[in-house]
T-cell receptor, first 112, second 112 residues
């Protein structure tokens, strides 16, 4: 059974600081996604990572994938308050019928 | 990418009643999914709904409690039956296309 673990689950940081969210998964997978969820809202797609060594960046967020370690990271650079949200990683294995398995989520609060 | 219209956005229901949630897609898609997100938790897959076949339910979810319809490639419904306060959650539909996964805006259900 595919399991996905994120850490930390809660992250409070100051504006201007850097931090990394980690996402580990238990078995080989085909794709890894990062999503953002604002309170009371649906999920917004951030990144999809397909292959070992993949790195994608958008603004202050950068995601990477190490398939050998079964690890993805979401790095936050010089955080701003607008980045406050819950971030989820999710993994899909095509042989499981394209079903996404989500991590527990990381609730990020960026303080002025 | 496809756009999903999910209704209702929220509802407050009496225990013992049922609520049907609808998702309408602006294009034809084969695979649709229904998720539950309990307060402060991650997303848990309820079932996969493919047109022309019975929905496939995940462990812990049964058809009698969460009947799903998928009459065509643009529409699906999830019914939460005989509700109890433990069913209070956000319910989201999702679809899978070549562009990735898209999520509906969610239905926030409160059972009193």
């Amino acid at each position: 059974e595919l399991k996905v673990e994120q850490n930390p689950l809660f992250l409070s940081m100051q504006e201007g600081k850097n931090y990394t969210i980690y996402c580990n998964y238990s078995t080989t997978s085909d794709r890894l996604y990062w999503y953002r969820q604002d309170p009371g809202k649906s999920l917004e797609s951030l990144f999809v990572l397909l292959s070992n060594g993949a790195v994608k960046q958008e603004g202050r967020l950068m995601a990477s994938l190490d398939t050998k370690a079964r690890l993805s990271t979401l790095h936050i650079t010089a955080a701003v308050h607008d980045l406050s949200a819950t971030y989820f990683c999710a993994v899909v294995k095509e042989t499981s019928g394209s079903r996404l398995t989500f991590g527990e989520g990381t609730q990020l609060t960026v303080n002025p | 990418s496809a756009v999903i219209s999910q209704k209702p956005s929220r509802d407050i229901c009496q225990r013992g009643t049922s609520l049907t949630i609808q998702c309408q897609v602006d294009s034809q898609v084969t695979m649709m999914f229904w998720y539950r997100q309990q307060p402060g938790q991650s997303l848990t897959l309820i079932a996969t709904a493919n047109q022309g076949s019975e929905a496939t339910y995940e462990s812990g979810f049964v058809i009698d409690k969460f009947p799903i319809s998928r009459p065509n490639l643009t529409f699906s419904t999830l019914t939460v039956s005989n509700m109890s306060p433990e069913d209070s959650s956000i319910y989201l539909c999702s679809l899978h296309t070549n562009y990735g996964y898209t999520f509906g805006s969610g239905t926030r259900l409160t059972v009193v």
